[in-house]
């Protein structure tokens, strides 16, 4: 990567419930035991012991990303993973220091950033989050706002704003929530734009981006300072490389969603197997 003028970060989650996977065979940490809306799966409600464990486990993974050369290291907070159900009221229904109000909830990702800060110091930090759950009951756009100011004081890097759709992007496009409508492409541009308007950290915006115009037109007429895109670059490995070449033509990824497959992640349409 850096010897083609790249940066690498390594994003760094804990995926909880958001699994089916060997479910009976191992121990899986939860705020407590609500199941997880996408998989059903139920966890253990966690100690305080398992939370100092698992945010230990995350400033460790900072080390060894630092050790290894990476840029930097994102924390990965939304999607219902287990950061994103702490700071959920809908999954955390805990009654301790870490429930209850928003502080509170918040209370695990800032002992997770903080132990970052202690064991890899200055290292890029950045923070992936949930603009809303889009659920009845869970986190949400205020709540996020709060949280981001938040991460902003304590000295996060970067913050990333996603949000909670399970893989229904394209269904929900023109629907809105918390007073924001999700965007054909961009779908989270609208939340991430206040978010870049009241932070003074860069903000990355993701949802189904993949046509130049889009970044460049939300590059002058917002803050936003970044954008994701994934599907996009399994289809067209090069993509960047022909945009910085001024190849606009239109992209090939149809955004079918069909790329991740039990052989890894790939386009099953224009790079078959």
Not at 4 to 18: M, N
Not at 27 to 55: C, H, R
Not at 188 to 215: L, R, Y
Not at 238 to 255: A, F, N, P, Q, T
Request: charge should be neutral; glycine fraction near 10%.
């Amino acid at each position: 990567m850096h010897r083609h003028g790249s940066k690498i970060v390594l994003q760094v989650a804990y995926g909880g419930t958001k699994t089916k996977y060997k479910v009976e065979e191992r121990t899986i940490f939860a705020p407590g035991n609500v199941p997880e809306l996408s998989t059903g799966t139920v966890g253990q409600e966690m100690t305080k012991e398992d939370i100092d464990y698992i945010v230990e486990a995350f400033a460790q993974s900072a080390r060894r990303a630092k050790e290894g050369g990476f840029d930097g290291i994102e924390i990965h907070g939304a999607h219902t993973y287990l950061i994103n159900q702490f700071l959920s009221p809908y999954y955390n229904k805990r009654t301790d220091e870490y429930g209850g109000t928003l502080e509170n909830r918040m209370r695990f990702l800032v002992e997770i950033c903080q132990a970052i800060r202690k064991t890899a110091g200055s290292f890029p930090l950045l923070v992936k989050l949930t603009a809303t759950d889009f659920i009845e009951g869970g986190v949400t756009f205020e709540d996020t706002q709060k949280i981001c100011q938040k991460m902003e004081e304590i000295g996060v890097d970067v913050l990333e704003i996603s949000g909670n759709i399970h893989g229904k992007g394209e269904s929900l496009i023109g629907e809105t929530f918390d007073g924001y409508t999700l965007q054909k492409e961009a779908y989270f541009s609208k939340f991430a734009e206040i978010i870049a308007d009241q932070c003074n950290v860069p903000v990355i915006t993701v949802g189904g981006i993949k046509n130049f115009k889009t970044t460049d037109e939300l590059l002058n007429s917002s803050n936003i300072a970044m954008f994701g895109i994934s599907r996009p670059l399994l289809t067209e490995p090069h993509l960047i490389k022909r945009w910085k070449e001024g190849d606009y033509s239109k992209v090939k990824c149809v955004r079918c969603s069909k790329c991740r497959t039990p052989q890894g992640n790939y386009c099953v349409i224009f790079n078959k197997k």
